[in-house]
């Protein structure tokens, strides 16, 4: 009887453990094409001189996707861990409008958008 106990419990002990082993494999993200949801800037304008930058965020959906910035002129810095928001400043010589591109792409494709922010001198 006392054998039966301990190999009931070490049966139970590796049910256990391989049912949650098996749980993790199976979270693995399925990925579809890259959708942009919304691309937006917390401001139109901003002065020149990065005291007070313009913060914008893509919103975009696929699985497992890589966000990818770009601007002519202008400083474009990740906030957060996945890229999908940047801080955007720009220098003297960077002022008037500028279009700053954001591709969202993963192993289905790839979309990109762009939104405007004009840098002034005051």
């Known amino acids: 009887m006392k054998y039966t106990i301990i190999a009931l419990m070490i049966f139970a002990s590796v049910m256990t453990y391989s049912c949650k082993k098996e ?3 199976t979270t693995d993200v399925d990925t579809t094409s890259p959708v942009i949801h919304s691309l ?3 401001k139109s304008s901003i002065q020149y001189g990065g005291e007070e930058p313009a913060i914008i965020t893509c919103n975009a959906s696929g699985g497992n996707c890589k966000y990818t910035w770009e601007v002519d ?3 474009i810095f990740v906030l ?3 890229g999908s928001q940047v801080r955007f400043t720009g220098s003297e010589c960077c002022i008037g409008e500028k279009e700053i591109k954001c591709t969202v792409s ?3 494709g790839e979309i990109t958008e762009m939104v405007i922010v004009n840098i ?3």
Request: charged share 40%; hydrophobic share 10%; no cysteine.
């Open 120 to 122: 002034y001198i005051p």
């Open 106 to 108: 993963n192993d289905k």
């Open 80 to 82: 957060n861990e996945d």
């Open 40 to 42: 937006t800037s917390d």
């Open 73 to 75: 002129l202008g400083d």
């Open 23 to 25: 749980e993790q494999t």
